[in-house]
């Protein structure tokens, strides 16, 4: 199969939320099964942060990156255990609480 039949397999999933299953083969080109198995191969050999940094720095030279209007959200950036905390949390609520024993 194609990289790019694959490749359409995984941007139809990412796109509409499908299950790997319901992938139409007949409009993407390949079967779900496919897309997900080239997927799992891309990520082991670590295709996607590679393409990431390939396709930014072709943004940014072409002048089609503006990252004044960006966000990042833990579908994007991984925050292991909340992340790194600079300073203890402080407490939500106004006293302790009362004993129950």
């Given at each position: ?20 299953r ?5 409009t993407?080109?390949c ?10 191969d ?5 295709v ?37 905390m600079s ?15």
């Amino acid at each position: 199969m194609p990289d790019r039949a694959a490749l359409a397999g995984v941007l139809f999933v990412l796109r509409t939320g499908v299950a790997w299953r319901d992938v139409p083969a007949e409009t993407v080109g390949c079967s779900g099964v496919t897309a997900w198995r080239r997927l799992r191969d891309w990520t082991e050999a670590g295709v996607w942060p590679r393409l990431r940094a390939v396709l930014l720095t072709e943004l940014r030279h072409a002048g089609l990156l503006d990252l004044d209007d960006c966000s990042v959200d833990g579908s994007h950036v991984r925050a292991v255990k909340g992340g790194i905390m600079s300073a203890p949390r402080p407490s939500t609520v106004p006293g302790p609480a009362p004993s129950t024993i």
